[in-house]
């Protein structure tokens, strides 16, 4: 609901799209640069290994290890619980590196706002 308000009513000139890449420089803000993300899993290796196209993102090599170890040592699932947890835990990192680049792009579109403001003024 938050989101949904400030896109349409409050600020629609300084949300960004949920779905929309990034319009500044990545390296904006950073003195050495920063390492950018790359996909373990291939392309070939997602569709053998059957995943929804919702699951091919950068944790994908690890779902394809844990439904590996599934198959693997069923109907002992549970054995595979470090590697669940291993995939559990690159999900939630995913989604933090994701929040922030959302709120990095807001902030710089409200700094390139107040620039232009101050231009005007």
Known sequence: MGNTYAHYVSHPDTTPGIDIEPSFDPQIGFANGRKPRVMVATEEEMQSAR???????????ILIDYQACRKDVWPWAVKCAH??????NCEY???IIRM??????????????????????
């Not at 922030?100 to 003024?121: M, T, V």
Request: charged residues 50%.
């Open 100 to 121: 922030k680049e959302y709120e990095r792009e807001r902030r710089l579109l409200e700094r390139q706002k107040r620039k232009k403001q101050a231009e005007a003024a």
């Open 51 to 61: 995943l929804p196209q919702d699951r091919r993102d950068y944790c994908a090599h």
């Open 93 to 95: 990192e995913d989604y």
């Open 83 to 88: 590697k669940n947890h291993e995939y559990l």
